[in-house]
Nanobody
Framework: QVQLGESGGGLVQAGGTLRLSCAAS????????MGWYRQAPGKQRELVAE???????NYADSMRGRFTISRDNAQNTVYLQMNSLRPEDTAVYYC???????????????WGRGTQVTVSS
């Protein structure tokens, strides 16, 4: 019903930058919330940044000031600009969206497949 396609991951040196993109497609009526999570090996998945249902942004403390989330509503796309990357930012980054799907009458949550970000020291 809804697909999330991520891109932009890769290998970068510490202090470098990357920009992730996530485009939502499918039977979308509205996107209620959309953002990024990450999961490092052996750790739980954690919030990176998101647009909330009220339209505001929410960042994890360790990313605030280094990462910036933005969006293109017309394209159902969110971006994550990551600056001053650190080795501890190495993780699989997942896109997440809460979507009102045509014909369902309720909000559903969807995950992308993830994109690997590796930061070398």
């Amino acid at each position: 019903q809804v697909q999330l396609g991520e891109s932009g991951g890769g290998l970068v040196q510490a202090g470098g930058t990357l920009r992730l993109s996530c485009a939502a497609s499918g039977s979308i009526l509205t996107i209620n919330a959309m953002g990024w999570y990450r999961q490092a090996p052996g750790k739980q998945r954690e919030l990176v940044a998101e647009f909330t249902s009220g339209g505001s942004t929410n960042y994890a403390d360790s990313m605030r000031g280094r990462f910036t989330i933005s969006r293109d509503n017309a394209q159902n796309t969110v971006y994550l600009q990551m600056n001053s990357l650190r080795p501890e930012d190495t993780a699989v980054y997942y896109c997440h969206a809460v979507v009102l799907v045509h014909g369902l009458g309720r909000l559903n949550g969807y995950w992308g497949r993830g994109t690997q970000v590796t930061v070398s020291s």
